[in-house]
């Protein structure tokens, strides 16, 4: 018999012996109990709760109109080897709206209710768990869009943004439709941009994970780390020399990339804080002016900015050269 502590301490080699028992399982024969749950499918069917597109509602998907519920439905019915309809009712254990319903299946319902980021964190770890068995995609979509979230916030939009990306993506495009020519492949422009903007994503990718490696997902600026929300954008990786002012071999340098929480990653893009080459923390006039003078100001840039960038022992520290060209060309004062 489940208990509730068999979903909440789910480890990722647990998942994967669950995922083990699920793809060995056969559809059930029409009129046969189902084999119980596991913790990684019910995980799952809790998600659904969660997801926004598309929304599943439960109360009108069952029986006669189960084959009208969303498509993610039937794709979880059919990796679970259960009927479509066994998802929906599953939801409604958990909620609480049918009577033969666990007891523990209402407290991990309420459970997850108060404190969503350790359900994702049970969803990521069932979802990788899974992409460990093989189980891809296609079988298993991530509706939450946590995996895609990890790469969102590692792309360092804000950096990608910048309007110079796109001249200089075009830049590159017009340089490999040329140097395509000369071998007798003609490419339109919609290709070669798209293969240039794909390479440089894929590299930003790499650097960004690199950095927030080598950082431990940590803000080096507070010691902010927020571990059991990965993923999500609080702690971010970006570039001291910035992207646009970069070469390639710059561009995919980790020695030139810190890891922050976005309060500071944004002051140390805007120049209010610097680090000098023995990576000590600097504070501009502007920010020293409205510590004294803003309470919420005071909180994030006073105590709490380490007096020396954080870089976990090992591990090389920021090039000085890059730390050098962002207070010569970002910070708001100069060092000297
Ligand atoms: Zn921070």
């Known amino acids: 018999m489940a208990s509730?502590?068999?979903?909440?301490?789910?480890?990722?080699?647990?998942?994967?012996?669950q995922w083990?028992?699920?793809?060995?399982?056969?559809m059930p024969p029409p009129g046969k109990r189902q084999v119980n749950f596991t913790p990684v499918e019910t995980v799952l069917c809790y998600g659904l709760f969660l997801s926004d597109d598309p929304v599943v509602d439960p109360h009108r998907f069952g029986g006669q109109t189960i084959n009208s519920a969303p498509r993610l439905v039937?794709?979880?019915?059919?990796l679970f080897r259960r009927r479509p309809s066994s998802i929906t009712s599953k939801m409604m254990n958990l909620n609480g709206s049918r009577v033969n319903g666990a007891k523990y299946e209402v407290e991990f319902f309420m459970n997850m209710g108060a404190d969503v980021v350790r359900f994702l964190d049970l969803y990521g770890t069932a979802l990788r768990a899974a992409r460990r068995m093989?189980?891809?995609?296609?079988r298993l979509p991530d509706f939450l869009r946590l995996e895609q979230a990890t790469e969102y916030s590692i792309l360092g939009l804000e950096d990608l943004a910048d309007s110079r990306f796109d001249e200089m993506i075009e830049q590159e495009a017009a340089q490999l439709r040329a140097a395509k020519l000369r071998y007798n492949q003609e490419l339109s422009s919609a290709e070669t941009t798209r293969i240039v903007q794909h390479r440089a994503r894929v590299g930003h990718k790499a650097f960004a994970t690199e950095v927030l490696r080598r950082f431990?997902?940590?803000?080096?600026?507070?010691?902010?780390a927020p571990r059991s929300f990965q993923g999500n954008r609080l702690i971010v990786a970006s570039h001291i020399k910035p992207w646009a002012d970069s070469s390639n071999r710059e561009r995919r340098d980790p020695r030139n990339g810190v890891a922050a929480c976005p309060t500071h990653d944004a002051a140390f893009d805007k120049g209010l804080i610097t680090v000098n080459g023995g990576l000590r923390v600097h504070r501009s006039r502007r920010l020293r002016a409205s510590i004294e003078?803003?309470?919420?100001?005071?909180?994030?840039?006073?105590e709490s900015l380490r007096e020396a960038l954080m870089v976990p022992s090992g591990v090389e520290p920021?090039?000085?050269a890059y730390l050098h060209w962002h207070h010569e060309h970002i910070y708001q004062d100069s060092l000297r």
């Open 293 to 302: 003078a803003e309470t919420g100001v005071e909180h994030n840039f006073g």
């Open 74 to 78: 039937h794709d979880l019915a059919a």
């Open 4 to 17: 509730l502590s068999d979903y909440l301490d789910l480890s990722e080699t647990e998942a994967a012996a």
């Open 20 to 26: 083990q028992s699920i793809v060995q399982r056969r």
């Open 216 to 224: 431990d997902h940590t803000c080096g600026f507070c010691g902010m």
């Open 318 to 320: 920021p090039r000085s």
């Open 134 to 138: 093989g189980i891809g995609v296609r």
